[in-house]
């Protein structure tokens, strides 16, 4: 095998925010059952699903980099990068009363291929 392809995939991005939690501070203080630890509040970012609008630039550059070094390792040297990209659209159909029909579309990268050649 003298060429090989890799298709290396873009990854939404997580969202989420921050959730404030309590946390024990390693201290302990009289309470009315007996000794009880001493909390303290503590934001903490939690993901709570992913993004159906973004794609995660930074996992993509690191899964890259990976496969990258997965091809070196093996002997191959890397002729091209090429995004791979992909789109959608979404179209309402209305009445005149309402106003009207629309539509739009929008495109986004799918991911990369990688195209390389044994060295």
Not at 12 to 41: D, L, W
Not at 77 to 83: D, G, H, T
Not at 88 to 95: A, Q
């Amino acid at each position: 095998m003298k060429n090989v392809t890799v298709f290396v995939p873009a990854k939404p991005k997580s969202i989420g925010g921050n959730k404030t939690i309590k946390v024990g501070t390693g201290e302990y203080k009289e309470g009315y059952f007996g000794p009880e630890e001493v909390m303290k509040k503590e934001q903490k970012w939690e993901q709570s699903g992913w993004s159906d609008k973004e794609m995660d630039g930074f996992q993509l550059q690191e899964d890259i980099q990976i496969a990258l070094n997965d091809l070196n390792n093996d002997g191959f040297e890397v002729v091209s990068l090429s995004p791979v990209t992909s789109g959608n659209y979404h179209s309402e159909r209305g009445t005149q009363n309402d106003g009207g029909s629309y539509g739009y579309g929008f495109s986004y990268t799918e991911g990369m291929l990688i195209i390389a050649k044994k060295a």
